[in-house]
């Protein structure tokens, strides 16, 4: 059974960081590529950014509101993804769901989400 | 304001087909064959209902499926059940910087 865990959230600051991790398990984690989906309270889901599996480059996409400020990594031996968020804003408050990417960019299965409070 | 339009609501009573339209550009759904439509219910995770159009994974009823027709994707869910009722997103691959966009959500209520 496919499992995805999240953890790490919290209250942070404006202009602070926190790091979520996600533990897998359940499926090769090495082989496959992986997501971070967030939701904002109340509202819909916003695709965040994606890690590749290192057999397809170990790259990383991400989308335009958190460039430059969030980055995701991988520990293939410890079959857990990570999202290291930066310079926080008020906006970044979600609910943060990793998920695994499928062959057709959609996401077959998602963790139980962490929320991320970004408040002074 | 997402990138996919959806209606904000559809209703309809039990046994009735419904369907939830998710409209994009050329860039989007009307591009790739990259639409997928996910199940939310209150509280929980959102659960892959259809991908790459109108593929069903493994125990999604079949009273649900999926379409496409130039840039706008559908979600159709046959004979309604009670445990329906939920929020339905679609998404697509785009080829803007973006890499992937959501609609902005359909709230399904069973009458």
């Known amino acids: 059974e496919v499992q995805l865990v999240e953890s790490g959230g919290g209250l942070v600051k404006p202009g602070g960081s926190l790091r979520l991790s996600c533990a897998a398990s359940?499926?090769?984690?090495?082989?496959?590529?992986m997501s971070w989906v967030r939701q904002a309270p109340g509202k819909g889901l916003e695709w965040v950014g994606r890690?590749?599996?290192?057999?397809?480059?170990?790259?990383?996409d991400y989308a335009a509101p958190v460039k430059g400020r969030f980055t995701i990594s991988r520990d293939d031996s410890k079959n857990t993804l990570y999202l290291q968020m930066n310079s926080l804003k008020t906006e970044d408050t979600a609910v943060y769901y990793c998920?695994?990417?499928?062959?057709?960019?959609?996401?077959?299965?998602w963790g139980q989400g962490t929320l991320v409070t970004v408040s002074s | 304001q997402s990138a996919l339009t959806q209606p904000a609501s559809v209703s309809g009573s039990p046994g009735q087909s419904i369907t939830i339209s998710c409209t994009g550009t050329?860039?989007?759904?009307?591009?790739?064959?990259?639409v997928s439509w996910y199940q939310q219910h209150p509280g929980k995770a959102p659960k892959l209902m259809i991908y790459?159009?109108?593929n069903r994974p493994s125990g999604v009823p079949d009273r649900f499926s999926g379409s496409k027709s130039g840039n706008t994707a559908s979600l159709t869910i046959s004979g309604l059940q009670a445990e329906d009722e939920a929020d339905y997103y679609c998404?697509?691959?785009?080829?803007?910087?973006?890499?992937?966009?959501f609609g902005g959500g359909t709230k399904l209520t069973v009458l």
């Open positions: 998404s697509s691959y785009t080829s803007s910087s973006t890499h992937v966009v």
């Open positions: 050329s860039s989007d759904v009307g591009g790739y064959n990259y």
């Open positions: 890690i590749k599996s290192k057999t397809d480059g170990g790259t990383t």
């Open positions: 790459e159009v109108s």
């Open positions: 359940g499926f090769t984690f090495s082989n496959a590529w």
């Open positions: 998920t695994t990417e499928g062959d057709g960019y959609n996401h077959d299965y």
